[in-house]
DNA sequence: GATCCGTGGTG
DNA sequence: TCACCAAGGAT
């Protein structure tokens, strides 16, 4: 019995799509990628949202469209020019594959982008989640998305616990066939807007009525890795209007092929320009930036500033860069 | 199946 | 301040 025991009956199902999908309609934030059954225009959000909250997104989905309006635009774009717009986002593996799906779309689909989920699960980067995700709102395809927000929504509601090989037949259960879309989304907004991972804002919630636990269910998690804390001193050196940057080894495990500000070598110990923290996967780094003469070490390679947002720069560079005012 | 991949907001 | 973590996927 994969179902949560609570929605055992099928009118209690459609009670439940009813409400849901009434107050998504009302209380659904007005979000670009909602504005568009483009399929290109959905996968774009899908993948940028991976991980990342819609805050973060927005700036860049819309930079990213204006770039690269279609699939077939950015499959003839540089991998170069689709990291610099993905520059800030993080996991840069997505977009990595992102362009490398939408060339596969252009070489092998005749520029088609696949209308199932079960045919889109074979481009790169796109795995269960994304392929209902993207065929469900796009294609109109009748099948469920469970993610971080749809399986706590889930936990919470059921009066039994779900496990884990259930929690897709449930959701899938749970789905409105008629309209999948709208649905999936407005699962996600309620785990994202009101059913929180702290405190959920049940006296909001258009669905208490069929919530086993009211918000009194904790949600388990899992105890947090151990952070590291590390510091590194960078310069920050220029020159007739260029700057001094290196590029990362295209074998580095992190952020390959990106570009940043060369290390400072230790040794003078004088008030650094610029002090910041920045979190980045693992590690909390305290970042000192010093600017200096010029002194070029091998590797490093002086770069115009009117290039630079046309370069794949790693998120701390851009933070940077950005707080001396040498990029907008 | 555990681990890795980035970043910025949040309480 | 600091731990947590957000519309996952690949390995």
């Not at 170069?80 to 986002?89: H, M």
């Not at 999948?180 to 006296?203: K, S």
């Not at 998690?221 to 260029?242: D, F, H, I």
């Not at 001094?244 to 650094?272: C, D, F, N, V």
Request: hydrophobic share 40%; proline share 6%.
């Amino acid at each position: 019995m994969a179902a949560a025991s609570n929605f055992k009956s099928a009118r209690a199902r459609s009670r439940f799509r009813q409400k849901l999908l009434a107050w998504y309609g009302v209380n659904g934030r007005a979000l670009p990628w909602r504005e568009t059954r483009d399929p290109y225009r959905i996968w774009v959000s899908e993948i940028m949202l991976q991980q990342t909250r819609v805050a973060a997104v927005l700036d860049h989905y819309r930079r990213f469209l204006k770039q690269f309006p279609s699939v077939q635009a950015l499959a003839q774009a540089q991998e170069s020019a689709v990291l610099a717009a993905w520059s800030g986002l993080g996991y840069y593996r997505r977009a990595r594959m992102l362009h490398a799906a939408a060339k596969k779309v252009a070489h092998e689909y005749a520029g088609q982008i696949p209308d199932s989920a079960e045919a889109l699960r074979n481009l790169p980067g796109i795995g269960r989640y994304t392929a209902n995700a993207i065929a469900s709102i796009a294609f109109a395809e009748p099948v469920a998305v469970v993610d971080g927000n749809v399986e706590r929504v889930l936990a919470r509601m059921s009066e039994v616990p779900i496990a884990q090989s259930e929690l897709w037949t449930t959701a899938q259960n749970l789905l409105d066939p008629a309209r999948p879309g709208d649905f999936n989304q407005a699962m996600m907004e309620l785990g994202a807007t009101i059913c929180l991972p702290g405190v959920p804002e049940c006296h909001r919630c258009p669905v208490k009525s069929a919530c086993c636990s009211r918000g009194q269910k904790l949600v388990a998690r899992t105890p947090g890795a151990q952070r590291l804390r590390k510091s590194a001193s960078l310069k920050l050196v220029m020159r007739n209007g260029k700057i001094l940057l290196r590029q990362r080894p295209t074998s580095a495990q992190l952020m390959p092929g990106m570009w940043e500000l060369p290390e400072y070598a230790r040794g003078i110990r004088r008030q650094p320009q610029l002090r910041l923290k920045h979190s980045i996967t693992s590690t909390d780094w305290s970042i000192n930036v010093y600017t200096c003469r010029a002194s070029v070490s091998s590797g490093e390679t002086w770069v115009p500033l009117s290039q630079l947002a046309r370069l794949p720069l790693t998120g701390l560079t851009r933070k940077i860069l950005r707080r001396t005012n040498l990029l907008a």
